[in-house]
């Protein structure tokens, strides 16, 4: 199906009754009690930073666990499943030295989320949808972060606008229904 015909059916679906939107990826991630190497996984062994806590890394290095989760909300009766990208921007990324994989988290989120509903849907027989999620970031342009100098601001409002523009175009490649 293709994104247009899935954004009716939720539409439709919506006319309908309310649809049911998964539940909080963190506090499933949390639940696998996983280590350092856990996030690290081969491609990452060597990095220069702590990546634990990095739940979106997980997309690239545990890909199974992100699917389980996708997979769990879906049988318990999610009509939509949340990419698993609420920090794959670039000011939040930079915590962990990431800046440049913002594209490739969001994308390989989407499609991890996109293959997991149309497999559930293809079994279950009926629509499962996609949100493509756009986090906030670990820096306001809104106020500013130093007491002292009530003018400051960690970030520019244009940084914030291309960090947002390459998660969502790469999160709309990667098959997302609708960003959230």
């Known amino acids: 199906m293709i994104r247009e ?14 649809a049911m939107l998964d539940g909080a990826m963190g506090t499933m991630i949390q ?12 491609r990452f062994a ?23 989760i996708h997979q769990g909300f879906l049988e318990a009766g999610a009509d939509i499943i949340e990419t698993n990208t609420f920090n794959a921007n670039a000011p939040s990324m930079s915590d962990y030295g990431m800046e440049r994989l913002v594209a490739e988290l969001n994308l390989a989120a989407a ?14 027989g009926s629509t499962r949808f996609v949100a493509g999620v ?8 809104s106020i500013s972060p ?6 400051y601001r960690n970030i520019k409002f244009d940084d914030l606008v291309a960090t947002y523009q390459e998660a969502a175009a790469a999160l709309i490649e990667g098959g997302v229904d609708f960003l959230m």
Not at 49 to 64: A, V, Y
Not at 111 to 124: F, M, N, P, S
């Open 5 to 18: 015909d899935r954004i009716q059916a939720l539409m439709n679906l919506l006319d309908e009754r309310i």
């Open 31 to 42: 639940g696998y009690g996983l280590t350092e190497e856990d996030y690290r996984g081969e």
């Open 46 to 68: 060597g990095w220069e930073r702590d990546l634990k806590g990095n739940n979106d890394l997980l997309t690239l290095t545990r890909p199974h666990v992100i699917r389980e």
């Open 111 to 124: 499609r991890l989320a996109r293959e997991c509903a149309d497999a559930h849907a293809a079994a279950a």
């Open 134 to 141: 756009l986090g906030p970031t670990n820096r306001t342009a």
């Open 146 to 151: 130093d007491v002292n100098d009530p003018g």
